[in-house]
């Protein structure tokens, strides 16, 4: 059970170029969650999904965007990438209940040159 | 709002001793608690939630946690820490608002460092 999958593990962009980041699980769970790990900034909610085909900001959405065309699949886009946009990523998933936990990817550590 | 605050960013124990990182909470009604843990270079591992019920929730690894209504904390603990305890520590709150997902807020993070 692979559980959630994030490709790519490690990249590097030029400033202005732009990437997507692939989320896959394995759990059929509803809802999935994009965050970004900032030193000593915790975890921020980029973008989340509540459902296949349904996008909703979260905390710090600006220059991201995102896509939920199948359900076991989430995808985040940068378009033009930003050296503000150096940081680990993390994508999770989770049931739909409140009491549940959410699981984690391995991340992605992108840094925008 | 829901959200938790982690007052301390690097705890330090000798290893054999107790430890115990700090987490407080607000939120507008119940609170749906959890802890995780980060390894370097790995991502986010879940110990542990607190939902209803007892306020001692025991986890994996041998930690636990004890959920204090009046004093709005949750922490974490373990008797005998072990130098493999080393990481960083993450509280975190469900939001449980309408249309939010459920998603996790989370602290800042603790570094815990177990000396051998």
């Known amino acids: 059970n692979a559980g959630v999958t994030q490709t790519p593990k490690f990249r590097v962009l030029k400033t202005g170029q732009s990437m997507t980041l692939l989320c896959a699980q394995d759990?059929?769970?509803?809802?999935m969650y994009w965050y970004r790990q900032d030193p000593g900034m915790g975890l921020r909610l980029i973008h989340y999904?509540?459902?296949?085909?349904?996008?909703a900001k979260g905390e710090v959405p600006d220059g991201y965007n995102v896509s939920r065309l199948k359900k076991q699949n989430f995808l985040l886009g940068l378009e033009s990438a930003a050296p503000s946009q150096t940081s680990v990523y993390f994508c999770a998933s989770s049931m739909t209940r409140v009491y549940t936990e959410a699981f984690f990817g391995q991340g992605t550590r992108l840094t925008v040159v | 709002a829901q959200s938790v605050a982690q007052p301390e960013d690097q705890v330090n124990v000798a290893e054999g001793n107790p430890l115990t990182v700090k987490c407080t909470y607000s939120?507008?009604?119940?609170?749906?608690l959890f802890w995780y843990v980060q390894y370097p270079n790995r991502g986010l591992q879940f110990l542990l939630k607190?939902?209803?019920?007892?306020?001692l929730v025991k986890g994996s690894y041998g930690f636990e946690a004890e959920f204090n209504k009046s004093q709005t904390s949750f922490h974490l603990k373990k008797p005998s820490a072990l130098v493999s305890d080393s990481a960083l520590y993450f509280c975190a709150v469900r939001d449980v608002r309408t249309n939010s997902g459920y998603a996790l807020n989370f602290g800042k993070g603790t570094s815990l460092l177990v000396t051998p």
């Open positions: 939120v507008s009604g119940n609170p749906y």
């Open positions: 999904s509540v459902g296949e085909g349904t996008t």
């Open positions: 607190y939902i209803t019920g007892d306020n």
């Open positions: 759990m059929n769970h509803e809802y």
